[in-house]
């Protein structure tokens, strides 16, 4: 892959990380007592379990905001200090957002289908995220960058989740809950086989010989 297009990618990314994640702050008025505007189904998993939804719909945003921010290379390679301070907020945010999003994945509104795709997710999310971190403080660099970027494809799934809903709209789907269905899926599996492909065929031209650019 060029370099222009990795940095193009990296860009798009990143945009559209800071665009979801800021858009996503209007649940704080859940706070003040005003719901924003959203799917039926969705108001009435928070309304009926209001601590955990939020929490989960308050704390993973930055969650997609920090990590975004730790995969551009001046920030990574310039600010050391900066990145691992990030790098601790990201966890702790996927943690809590995870665990949050773990219990409220039994309740999501397209059912048992979807509730078991969020809940997988949930999982590999804090799984993949906590060993990412170990690896960092086991200064273990090349585990820590692949289990990170897998970690960040899934939170990236909220992304592409919100990407995809017009696409189920237009198919036929007659809202979220009931593309949800598929979405719970749709949204991180094709993100987490880019990243182990993309990961495997840079292993295989660093291992050859051939310069990295961007990562
Ligand atoms: C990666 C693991 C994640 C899991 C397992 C997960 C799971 C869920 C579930 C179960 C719901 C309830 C929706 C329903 O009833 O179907 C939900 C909603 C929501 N999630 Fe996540 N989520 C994840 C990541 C994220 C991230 C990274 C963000 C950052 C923006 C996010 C933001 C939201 C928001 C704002 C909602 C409210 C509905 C909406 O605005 O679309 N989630 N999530």
Known sequence: MGNSLRKFALCLMTVLAIAVALYSLRFLGAFV????RMDPGI????????VRALMHMVIAPVALLVGALQFLPRLRE????????????????????GIAALFTAPHASGGPVAGFGFALLAVLWIGTTLMAWRAAVRRDFARHRLLMRLSYAMTFGAVTLRLQIPLFIMAGFSG????????????WIPNVIAVLLFSAWQSRRSFAGAPLGVS
Do not use: D, K, M, N
């Not at 310039?78 to 957002?97: F, K, M, P, S, T």
């Not at 979220?176 to 749709?186: K, N």
């Open 176 to 187: 979220y809950p009931a593309a949800s269905v598929w979405l719970a899926y749709t949204s």
């Open 78 to 97: 310039r600010h050391r200090a900066w990145h691992r301070r990030l790098g601790q907020i990201y966890v702790a945010a996927c943690v809590i957002a």
């Open 33 to 36: 007592g005003q719901l924003p």
């Open 43 to 50: 108001a009435h998993v928070v309304t009926e379990f209001p």
